[in-house]
C-alpha cells in the first residue's frame, strides 16, 4: 500500500513554461486535494475533487487548473508558471473529506 | 480575523516537559477538529482527531471548547522525537469538503 503518491519531487521551471504534478493514492478515497505551502502562510487549498467526475476551486486556484483522470488519480498543471508559484505542493486524499493523507510533496521553483 | 489561529512559537522546551499549544477557529458552525504534526520538509500526518469529551492518546490530549471555540493540545513527558510543527486543522464536516489548516506551531525539544 503506497498510500499518496507524487511525481516528481523536485522542479525547476523558467517563467512561462507548462508543467503537470501529478498525484495518485491506492486507498479507494472519494476525495482528493491540491495544496500549496508557502513560508508563514501554512497549507492553502488549490482545487479539490469531491469524487470522480467532480473538481472545485478552493482558495487560491488563479493559474492552476486539475483533472480528476479517474478515482485514483488527480493531477495539477500550471499553464505559465510565474515566480509566485515558487512552493511545495501537496496532494492529498480522504474518504469523507475529514481525515486527509497527503503524498511526500513536489517542489518547485520557478525562475 | 483567520479561520484558524495558532500562535506559530517557536516552543523550545527541555526533554521531559509538557506543553500545550492552543488553537482558535473562527466559524461556530465547525463539527470536526484535528491535529497533525509535520517534520521539517515532510508531508503532514494526523496525530489526533479531537472530540468534544476530549481524548488522550499516550502522551497527547487533546481538548476542545466549542464556547470559547478553541482546540489544546498536550505533549507529556516530551521526547527528542516531538519535536516538529503541530498544525490544527478544523472542519465544517457535514460532508462539506472544506478542511482548514493553521499555520502551525512550531515544537523544539532539547536535550
Known amino acids: 500500500n503506497a498510500g499518496v503518491t507524487q511525481t516528481p519531487k523536485f522542479q525547476v521551471l523558467k517563467t512561462g513554461q507548462s508543467m503537470t504534478l501529478q498525484c495518485a493514492q491506492d486507498m479507494n478515497h472519494n476525495s482528493m486535494y491540491w495544496y500549496r505551502q508557502d513560508p508563514g502562510m501554512g497549507l492553502r487549498l488549490i482545487y479539490y475533487s469531491a469524487s470522480e467526475g467532480t473538481t472545485d476551486k478552493g482558495e487560491v486556484p488563479n493559474g492552476y487548473n486539475v483533472s480528476r483522470l479517474n478515482k485514483r488519480e488527480f493531477s495539477l498543471r500550471l499553464e505559465s508558471a510565474a515566480p509566485s508559484q515558487t512552493s511545495v505542493y501537496f496532494c492529498?486524499?480522504?474518504?469523507?473529506?475529514?481525515?486527509?493523507?497527503f503524498g511526500p510533496g513536489t517542489r518547485l521553483l520557478v525562475l | 480575523r483567520k479561520e484558524v489561529e495558532q500562535d506559530p512559537g517557536p516552543f523550545n522546551v527541555p526533554e521531559g516537559a509538557t506543553v500545550a499549544f492552543n488553537c482558535t477557529y473562527s466559524n461556530s458552525a465547525s463539527q470536526s477538529f484535528f491535529w497533525y504534526r509535520q517534520d521539517c520538509r515532510k508531508e503532514p500526518k494526523l496525530l489526533m482527531s479531537?472530540?468534544?469529551s476530549g481524548n488522550e492518546d499516550g502522551r497527547f490530549t487533546a481538548q476542545l471548547n466549542r464556547a470559547s471555540q478553541y482546540i489544546s493540545l498536550l505533549i507529556r513527558d516530551s521526547k527528542l522525537s516531538d519535536s516538529a510543527t503541530y498544525l490544527c486543522v478544523v472542519s465544517l464536516g457535514g460532508g462539506y469538503q472544506k478542511v482548514t489548516f493553521g499555520t502551525g506551531t512550531k515544537l523544539q525539544v532539547i536535550p
Open positions: 492529498a486524499s480522504s474518504y469523507r473529506g475529514e481525515t486527509q493523507y
Open positions: 479531537v472530540y468534544s
